[in-house]
């Protein structure tokens, strides 16, 4: 039963440790922050009438966008995830009290009979 726990524990640990939001939250702090200089830099660009260079500039504001909405939605499948290992976790833990508890009973009335 120690051994189970254990795994069990184990399993949580890795997905915890893994710390994935962090990560993600400074993946998303660095996109965003390239992004607010691409606006910038296509301001400058409208200001001095360059289209093409806008036009390229926008491009990549685009696929920034793209690559928030892709990493916001990892984010959230990830903390959801962990929300859901930790609960499954906590009713692994109470299944297995109550199946210790259970054997410890059983062995007690044979104890006894």
Same mark, same amino acid.
């Given at each position: ?5 254990? !795994?069990? /524990?184990?399993?949580?640990?890795? =997905?915890?440790?893994?710390?994935? @939001?962090?990560?993600? &939250? ?35 504001? !685009?696929? /920034?966008?793209?690559?928030?909405? =892709?990493?916001?939605?990892?984010? @959230?499948?990830?903390? &959801? ?33």
């Amino acid at each position: 039963m120690k051994k189970l726990k254990y !795994q069990i /524990h184990e399993i949580k640990d890795e =997905v915890v440790s893994a710390d994935l @939001t962090s990560k993600l &939250s400074a993946l998303r702090n660095l996109v965003a922050d390239e992004m607010e200089r691409a606006e910038k830099y296509k301001k400058m660009l409208v200001a001095s009438n360059d289209q093409v260079a806008t036009y390229t500039a926008n491009e990549s504001i !685009q696929n /920034h966008f793209v690559c928030l909405a =892709v990493i916001n939605s990892i984010f @959230t499948d990830v903390s &959801s995830m962990i929300e859901q290992v930790e609960h499954h976790y906590n009713n692994a833990m109470e299944e297995l009290k109550r199946a210790s508890s259970d054997v410890n009973s059983l062995a007690t009335k044979s104890d006894n009979a």
